[in-house]
C-alpha cells in the first residue's frame, strides 16, 4: 500500500485492519440519496484524502434516472464543471459482503471556492446542526426505514412480486405483523445484514416484520451525532439491498411499491440535551415540558414547507392512505401511531419526538435536516402545538389530500426552507423535483390505454 500520510486519524485504524483491500468505493450522496462517485486502487487512498477527488458538480442534483437536470444550473450553464470532493473523516468502513475485500468512503463536495457547496445535502443537515450547538444543544437522532424484500424477477406483468419465503418456499401472501415466525424464515438475511453492520461499525439493534408480506424493519441505535445517525442509515440501506440481491431478492424502499399493501416510512426519532447531558423534552405524559410543545409546535407549522423533502417523489403520495399507519395531517400525541407526531412510551428521562410522516424514498439527511430545523424555529418562535389526539386520529382531524405538484410549488415558494437551507438548495432541489415531475407526466401508463383507448 502506499503512503499514509494524509488519512484523517480517525480512518487509519480502519485502513490498518482493511487487509488484502484492493478498492475503494468513493461514495457522493446525492439529493435523492442515491450513492454516485467512482472506484479507486486503495493505492491512491492517500491522494484521496490530501487532494480530494473531482467529481462532476451536477451529480448532487441529477434525477431519479440519472440525469443531468439543467434547469438547477448545474449543468451546460457551467460547462459542466468538475468541483473537488473530500473525504468525510471517520466515514472509511468495510464492504463486508464483497470478494475480494473493499473499502467505502463518504464524500462531501466543495463549492468553486473551496468552502461548503451549501446544495450538498450532508452539509444542509450540518448548517442545521450547527444552530442546535449555538443555543448549547445537542441532538439525539435515531433513524427507522422500512422495506421490503421482493422476488429479484417480476412477475409475468412486469410487475415487481412478493419474495419466496427460504423456509418454505412458497411465496408471501399473509400479512403477519411483528410475527416471530417470518424473524425465523428470513434468518438468513436477518443474519447476513446482522454480520456485515458489525463489520461496518453501524449500529442496526432490532429487526422487525412490518405490516405487509415481505416487508421488513431494521432499526438503528440513536446516536448524539445527527450527520453520523444519517451516514448510518445510508450505509444500512446500502448493505440491505447488497445482502438481499446476493441471496436471491431485491430489497426495495419505495414508499409504495403495492397498491393493496402497507407503505414503508422512515421514521425520525429525536431529544435534544442541553450542556449538562439532560434532555430537556423530558416531561411525565399528560404533562408536557414546553421545549417539547413548542418543538412540536414548529414541526407542525414546517410541515406542508417540508413536505416536499418528506415524499420527493410521484409514487411518495400513494401511501397517503386512510387507515394505514400513515400521518394524513401534523397532529401529535402520546403512544399513539395514529398521528404525525408520537411522543412514544417511554420513561420521562428518554421522552423523544417520532416524526412519521416521511417515506422509506426519502434522503435521510435532508429528512433530518427539516425535521430539526421545524423543532429549532418552535423553540426559537414558542409555537404551541395545541391539545395531544387521543384515540384515533382519522376520525377526529381534518385529513388532508397531498399532490406532487403542489408540494414541489409550495417548496419553490416557502420562506421557511430559504430561512433554514438557502436559496441555492431551495431552487436546486425544486428543479430537480420539478423536472422529474415533467418527466414523470410525459409518459403514458397502462391505466390510460385500459381507461380510453377503446372508450374514446
Given at each position: 500500500m502506499a503512503g499514509t500520510a494524509y488519512i484523517a486519524e480517525a480512518d487509519a485504524k480502519t485502513l490498518s485492519a482493511l487487509t488484502d483491500c484492493a478498492h475503494v468505493d468513493l461514495l457522493l450522496p446525492d439529493m435523492n440519496g442515491l450513492l454516485r462517485g467512482k472506484r479507486v486502487a486503495i493505492?491512491?487512498?492517500?491522494?484521496?484524502?490530501?487532494?480530494?477527488?473531482?467529481?462532476?458538480?451536477?451529480?448532487?442534483?441529477?434525477?431519479?434516472?440519472?440525469?443531468?437536470?439543467?434547469?438547477?444550473?448545474?449543468?451546460?450553464?457551467?460547462?459542466?464543471?468538475?468541483?473537488?470532493?473530500?473525504?468525510?473523516?471517520?466515514?472509511?468502513?468495510?464492504?463486508?459482503?464483497?470478494?475480494?475485500?473493499?473499502?467505502?468512503?463518504?464524500?462531501?463536495?466543495?463549492?468553486?471556492?473551496?468552502?461548503?457547496?451549501?446544495?450538498?445535502?450532508?452539509?444542509?443537515?450540518?448548517?442545521?446542526?450547527?444552530?442546535?450547538?449555538a443555543r448549547g444543544l445537542t441532538p439525539v437522532v435515531a433513524v427507522e426505514m422500512e422495506f421490503y424484500l421482493l422476488d429479484a424477477e417480476l412477475g409475468p406483468d412486469r410487475r415487481p412480486q412478493t419474495s419466496i419465503n427460504p423456509a418454505t418456499g412458497d411465496r408471501n401472501e399473509s400479512t403477519q405483523v411483528y410475527y416471530m415466525q417470518d424473524l425465523v424464515d428470513y434468518q438468513p438475511f436477518t443474519n447476513a445484514v446482522s454480520e456485515a453492520c458489525r463489520a461496518q461499525g453501524i449500529p442496526a439493534d432490532t429487526a422487525v416484520a412490518e405490516y405487509a408480506p415481505g416487508q421488513f424493519e431494521i432499526n438503528l441505535h440513536h446516536r448524539n451525532d445527527a450527520l453520523g445517525a444519517c451516514d448510518d442509515a445510508l450505509m444500512l440501506k446500502r448493505t440491505i439491498k447488497a445482502i438481499a440481491e446476493q441471496q436471491g431478492m431485491l430489497a426495495s424502499f419505495m414508499a409504495k411499491p403495492f397498491v393493496e399493501q402497507a407503505g414503508s416510512g422512515t421514521h425520525i426519532h429525536i431529544s435534544l440535551l442541553d450542556q449538562r447531558g439532560q434532555n430537556i423534552f423530558a416531561s411525565p405524559v399528560g404533562e408536557p415540558s414546553d421545549p417539547l410543545r413548542f418543538a412540536l409546535g414548529g414541526l407542525q407549522r414546517s410541515t406542508r414547507d417540508c413536505m416536499l423533502l418528506f415524499a420527493?417523489?410521484?409514487?411518495?403520495?400513494?401511501?397517503?392512505?386512510?387507515?394505514?399507519?400513515?400521518?394524513?395531517?401534523?397532529?401529535?400525541?402520546?403512544?399513539?401511531?395514529?398521528?404525525?407526531?408520537?411522543?412514544?412510551?417511554?420513561?420521562?428521562?428518554?421522552?423523544?419526538?417520532?416524526?412519521?410522516?416521511?417515506?422509506?424514498?426519502?434522503?435521510?439527511?435532508?429528512?433530518?435536516?427539516?425535521?430539526?430545523?421545524?423543532?429549532?424555529?418552535?423553540?426559537?418562535?414558542?409555537?404551541?402545538?395545541?391539545?395531544?389526539?387521543?384515540?384515533?386520529?382519522?376520525?377526529?382531524?381534518?385529513?388532508?389530500?397531498?399532490?406532487?405538484?403542489?408540494?414541489?410549488?409550495?417548496?419553490?415558494?416557502?420562506?421557511?426552507?430559504?430561512?433554514?437551507?438557502?436559496?441555492?438548495?431551495?431552487?436546486?432541489?425544486?428543479?430537480?423535483?420539478?423536472?422529474?415531475?415533467?418527466?414523470?407526466?410525459?409518459?403514458?401508463?397502462?391505466?390510460?390505454?385500459?381507461?380510453?383507448?377503446?372508450?374514446l
Open positions: 493505492d491512491a487512498l492517500d491522494k484521496v484524502y490530501r487532494d480530494g477527488v473531482c467529481l462532476p458538480m451536477s451529480l448532487i442534483a441529477t434525477d431519479i434516472t440519472g440525469n443531468t437536470v439543467e434547469e438547477t444550473g448545474l449543468g451546460y450553464d457551467i460547462g459542466d464543471e468538475d468541483r473537488i470532493c473530500r473525504p468525510v473523516a471517520g466515514s472509511l468502513r468495510a464492504v463486508p459482503w464483497l470478494q475480494p475485500p473493499m473499502a467505502q468512503l463518504l464524500l462531501s463536495m466543495e463549492d468553486a471556492e473551496g468552502g461548503v457547496f451549501a446544495a450538498n445535502p450532508r452539509e444542509v443537515l450540518a448548517r442545521v446542526v450547527e444552530r442546535f450547538k420527493p417523489h410521484a409514487n411518495s403520495y400513494r401511501r397517503f392512505v386512510l387507515n394505514a399507519f400513515v400521518p394524513l395531517n401534523e397532529c401529535w400525541g402520546y403512544n399513539n401511531r395514529t398521528v404525525a407526531l408520537r411522543i412514544p412510551h417511554s420513561d420521562e428521562r428518554n421522552t423523544r419526538i417520532e416524526h412519521r410522516i416521511a417515506g422509506a424514498d426519502a434522503n435521510p439527511y435532508l429528512i433530518t435536516a427539516a425535521v430539526l430545523a421545524g423543532i429549532l424555529e418552535g423553540l426559537e418562535r414558542e409555537y404551541d402545538p395545541g391539545p395531544p389526539v387521543v384515540g384515533n386520529a382519522y376520525e377526529q382531524t381534518e385529513l388532508r389530500e397531498l399532490y406532487w405538484r403542489q408540494t414541489i410549488a409550495e417548496f419553490l415558494e416557502s420562506d421557511f426552507v430559504e430561512r433554514h437551507f438557502g436559496s441555492e438548495f431551495r431552487h436546486i432541489y425544486g428543479q430537480q423535483k420539478l423536472k422529474e415531475l415533467r418527466s414523470f407526466y410525459t409518459e403514458v401508463t397502462d391505466l390510460e390505454y385500459r381507461w380510453y383507448l377503446r372508450a
